[in-house]
């Protein structure tokens, strides 16, 4: 087989079947990035690196690697823009954690947040308790989004916080 097609099909092979294993296992292994969390990503490179590019290790053969991978993953995304069904599969829909104050313990677990986790994201918007959270809501993109109330101007305030680790869950 011509060097750069096997590079192509390499990759593409791996790029698959890191989107199916990441979707099997949970977002949530590569979100919340822990000590373990940062040592599996980089055995997973080193791993998947060699499988890509096979015996080519040249400048070519991982330009390749990287343009199939760029490719690959717009493909995904466009596919995800065009097919709602594609894209509920690929992604979670939000999950609504506080509403009125009250948390819902179901949706912690489904999404495996602790109460502790929980009440740190709504002390970094800035709300004193969760008895002052109008609506939180954990995002697709593993964001926790606040909705507060001030009990004196009756006003709603919203924040949304960009963590720098964001946490994904499973389904």
Partial sequence: MNPILDVVVRSLCVYLFMVVAIRLFGKNQLSQLNAGDVVLL???????QNAMVGPDTSLQGGLVAALVLFTANFILKRLMFANHKFESFMEEDPVILVRDGKIDITALN?????KDELEEAIREHGVEGIENV?????????????????????????SRIKRKNKRKYLR
């Fill in 42 to 48: 980089l055995l997973i490179s080193n791993a998947v």
């Fill in 134 to 158: 109008k609506l939180s809501i954990l995002e697709v993109d593993g964001n926790i989004s606040v909705i507060s109330e001030d009990e004196k101007s009756k006003q709603t305030h919203y």
């Fill in 110 to 114: 489904k999404v495996k947040i602790t």
